[in-house]
């Protein structure tokens, strides 16, 4: 069984550029959620996806947009990117009946200058 | 209004003492799920444990052992004979039923280092 994957490992933006970060779920799972974890403090939910359509979303703006693709991967996008963006971004997947019991991935550590 | 409050930003222990960390929840929902994830060095979020709101049947797996306890809204972990390997930021988290995305909500962490 795959787990949860994420591309890149590391990423270096610059200010007001936008980034693409990509995860594949792991085997059988159908829902993705993405949280932002900044240095020092507990993951931020950012939004989740389920059936290709946003399923619920946290205190993020919307420069912060998500896709998810009939494999069940996802990708997260930002725009214009800031310097407080810069942060460990996990990605989670999950079964929908179970959609709380998430299995995160390594994450990308994106570092905006 | 932080939901999961972690009061112990860091606890330092020497291998084989037994650690606990305190974790305090808010919710006004009646069916909600407490989890607690350990995240080493490496970065990767791991599941450690999982109890819903109607199960305040406190259990022992392992060296990890849970209380939970509704009147005070508290779900501690307690780690038995810590390792080295235990070395890594604990995180208690919330998921409410209410939104129908479950979504975990962390508390801010707990750094545990085990000294050998």
């Known amino acids: 069984e795959t787990g949860v994957t994420q591309s890149p490992t590391h990423l270096i933006k610059t200010r007001g550029q936008q980034v693409t970060l990509r995860c594949s779920s792991q085997?059988?799972?159908?829902?993705v959620s993405w949280y932002q974890q900044a240095l020092g403090q507990g993951p931020q939910f950012i939004f989740q996806y389920y059936r290709e359509e946003e399923n619920g979303r946290g205190n993020f703006p919307p420069r912060f947009s998500g896709l998810q693709f009939p494999n069940y991967s996802s990708e997260l996008n930002v725009n214009a990117l800031e310097l407080d963006d810069s942060a460990l971004y996990l990605c989670?997947?999950?079964?929908?009946?179970?959609?709380?019991?998430?299995?995160f991935g390594p994450g990308t550590r994106l570092t905006v200058t | 209004a932080q939901k999961v409050t972690q009061a112990q930003t860091e606890i330092s222990v020497v291998e084989k003492e037994d650690v606990t960390l305190d974790c305090v929840y808010e919710t006004r929902d009646t069916t909600y799920y407490l989890f607690w994830y350990k995240q080493p060095p490496s970065g990767e979020l791991v599941f450690l444990i999982r109890r819903n709101s109607f199960d305040e049947q406190n259990e022992i797996s392992g060296r990890y052992s849970w209380n939970f306890q509704k009147s005070t809204s508290s779900f501690n972990f307690t780690i038995t004979a810590s390792q080295v390997v235990d070395s890594a930021v604990y995180f208690c988290a919330l998921s409410e039923t209410w939104s129908n995305d479950y979504k975990l909500s962390f508390g801010a962490g707990t750094t545990v280092t085990v000294r050998a």
């Open positions: 989670a997947s999950s079964y929908w009946a179970s959609r709380n019991e998430q299995y």
């Open positions: 085997s059988g799972h159908n829902t």
